[in-house]
C-alpha cells in the first residue's frame, strides 16, 4: 500500500513485515491474521501493565516484557522487542525509574506498530 511511507515519513517502519511473509509463506491472510493477534496479545498485555504499574509491581511487569519480547521478536518488531527486553531487565534489577520510563514508550510504539498494520492490512475486523 502506498500510504505507508506517508504516515511515519523520516522513520522507519516498526515492523519488517518480511519477517511474517516469509513464516507465512506470503499468504497475506494468514499474515494478516498474525498481525491482528499481535496486536490483541499486545493490548491485553498492556493492561496488565498498567495494572501492575499501579500496584508497583515490578516482577509481575518483568514477566509482562519477557511475554511481549517473544511475540515482537517473531513478528519483527524488533524496536519494541528491545524496549520489552529492557522492562524485563528493569523488573530483574529492581529498577524502578526504567520501567516507568519504558512504560511511556511501550504504548506509543505499539500505536505505531497498529497505524502500520492497518496501513499494511486496513482496518481490522
Given at each position: 500500500?502506498?500510504?505507508?511511507?506517508?504516515?511515519?515519513p523520516?522513520?522507519?517502519?516498526?515492523?519488517?513485515?518480511?519477517?511474517m511473509?516469509?513464516?507465512?509463506?506470503?499468504n497475506?491472510?494468514l499474515?494478516s491474521?498474525?498481525?491482528?493477534?499481535?496486536?490483541?496479545?499486545?493490548?491485553?498485555?498492556?493492561s496488565?501493565?498498567?495494572?501492575?504499574?499501579?500496584?508497583?509491581?515490578?516482577?509481575t511487569?518483568?514477566?509482562?516484557?519477557?511475554?511481549?519480547?517473544s511475540s515482537?521478536?517473531?513478528?519483527?518488531a524488533?524496536?519494541?522487542?528491545?524496549?520489552?527486553?529492557?522492562?524485563?531487565?528493569?523488573?530483574?534489577?529492581?529498577?524502578?525509574?526504567e520501567a516507568?520510563?519504558?512504560?511511556?514508550?511501550?504504548?506509543?510504539?505499539?500505536d505505531?506498530?497498529?497505524?502500520?498494520?492497518?496501513?499494511?492490512?486496513?482496518?481490522?475486523?
Amino acid at each position: 500500500m502506498t500510504g505507508k511511507e506517508e504516515a511515519m515519513p523520516d522513520e522507519q517502519l516498526p515492523v519488517d513485515i518480511a519477517v511474517m511473509r516469509q513464516m507465512f509463506h506470503d499468504n497475506d491472510t494468514l499474515v494478516s491474521k498474525f498481525a491482528l493477534k499481535f496486536i490483541e496479545v499486545a493490548d491485553s498485555t498492556l493492561s496488565e501493565m498498567k495494572l501492575a504499574q499501579t500496584a508497583r509491581d515490578l516482577p509481575t511487569l518483568g514477566r509482562l516484557g519477557h511475554k511481549l519480547k517473544s511475540s515482537a521478536r517473531t513478528i519483527g518488531a524488533s524496536s519494541f522487542a528491545e524496549l520489552c527486553e529492557a522492562l524485563e531487565k528493569a523488573g530483574l534489577d529492581n529498577n524502578w525509574d526504567e520501567a516507568e520510563l519504558l512504560l511511556t514508550k511501550i504504548p506509543s510504539l505499539l500505536d505505531r506498530i497498529i497505524q502500520q498494520f492497518r496501513n499494511e492490512f486496513g482496518e481490522f475486523s
